[in-house]
Nanobody, 124 residues
């Protein structure tokens, strides 16, 4: 079992930045590939970014590529999402998730453990 707790969400103006954090506890954090996914009102949950267990590989949705950066610190059991140049369409609840896979999943169903989510609101 892995417990995940997100923080860092909030209200920001378009063009601004936020840094999300996800603290993990339980099973060995370094064994899991990690992802950030988001769900906007009335929409399905979607993949945003993922990072391999070592941090050596990353993946991004096309909509955030070049604006968001994912990273992790296995010594601190924490994964981060730096979000720059935010747009109103980035408004969503952002979830941290862990996957016991040998690849970085992009499908919601391939993640095994989830945090409770943190709200990000970008005003125009």
């Amino acid at each position: 079992q892995v417990q995940l707790v997100e923080s860092g969400g909030g209200l920001v103006q378009a063009g601004g930045s936020l840094r999300l954090s996800c603290a993990a506890s339980g099973r060995t954090f370094g064994n899991y590939n990690m992802g950030w996914l988001r769900q906007a009102p009335g929409k399905e949950r979607e993949f945003v970014s993922g990072i391999s267990w070592s941090g050596g590989s990353t993946a991004y949705a096309d909509s955030v590529k070049g604006r968001f950066t994912i990273s992790r610190d296995n010594a601190k059991n924490t994964v981060y999402l730096q979000m720059n140049s935010l747009k109103p369409e980035d408004t969503a609840v952002y979830y941290c998730a862990a996957a016991g896979r040998v690849y970085i999943p992009r499908r919601v169903s391939e993640y095994d453990y989830w945090g409770q989510g943190t709200q990000v609101t970008v005003s125009s």
